[in-house]
């Protein structure tokens, strides 16, 4: 089955500087790769998602990128807040019948002021 | 996006008993999903359900300890079945966004089990 790692797992960037997080997958036959931002004692909320037929996405200070070749994909995050500081989730779905999610281990992100 | 709400919010229970984990989404959905998500950890797919057919689980879950229920296209339940307390984790569930071509999930915002 689909495998996702993610690195790293802890992340610590002054505030304004860019940060990333890198994800692997296994499957080849995934297609659609989400990246979820899970604050202390919250749900995780999607906050970007790409899929394989699309190599680059961006909102804002938000950017995934996705290389299928390597079957690797990445987050972004420009101009560094505070309020940045969560732990993120990159995820893999497999994309053959319902669209389940495979997780990354998770990173956290800290924005030092 | 769907509204999703669970009961409890959160429980603490003694070993050996069942907890029920009720999941209410405010529009109808095909697929529900429970995740579970241990201290500090990622989340984890335990079983996706579909309405009118049994849950489809991964590997490492049985219908036994985690038995679920789907009777409409709105609501669903997980039983944690004989606790134990490696069973203290986060459950949740999520939702497909609707829509045609839509591969974007929701969480709703989890049920906290202790178990003792």
């Known amino acids: 089955g689909e495998n996702v790692e993610q690195h790293p797992s802890t992340l610590s960037v002054q505030e304004g500087d860019s940060a990333v997080i890198k994800c692997t997958y296994s499957?080849?036959?995934?297609?659609?790769f989400p990246w979820y931002k899970q604050e202390l004692g919250k749900r995780p909320q999607l906050i970007i998602d790409?899929?394989?037929?699309?190599g680059e996405k961006k909102d804002q200070r938000i950017a995934v990128t996705l290389n299928k070749t390597a079957k690797h994909f990445s987050l972004h995050i420009t101009e560094t807040q505070p309020e940045d500081s969560a732990v993120y989730f990159c995820a893999a779905s497999p994309g053959q019948g319902a669209q389940k999610l495979v997780f990354g281990q998770g990173t956290r992100l800290t924005i030092n002021p | 996006s769907a509204v999703i709400s669970q009961k409890p919010s959160r429980d603490i229970c003694q070993r050996g008993t069942s907890l029920t984990i009720q999941c209410q989404v405010d529009s109808q959905v095909t697929m529900m999903f429970w995740y579970r998500q241990q201290p500090g950890q990622s989340l984890t797919l335990i079983a996706t359900a579909n309405q009118g057919s049994e849950a489809t689980y991964e590997s490492g879950f049985v219908i036994d300890k985690f038995p679920i229920s789907r009777p409409n296209l709105t609501f669903s339940t997980l039983t944690v079945s004989n606790m134990s307390p490696e069973d203290s984790s986060i459950y949740l569930c999520?939702?497909?966004?609707?829509?045609?071509?839509?591969?974007?999930?929701?969480f709703g915002p989890g049920t906290r089990l202790t178990v003792t």
């Open positions: 790409i899929r394989s037929n699309v």
């Open positions: 499957d080849s036959a995934s297609n659609y």
């Open positions: 999520s939702v497909e966004a609707t829509g045609t071509g839509s591969f974007e999930q929701y």
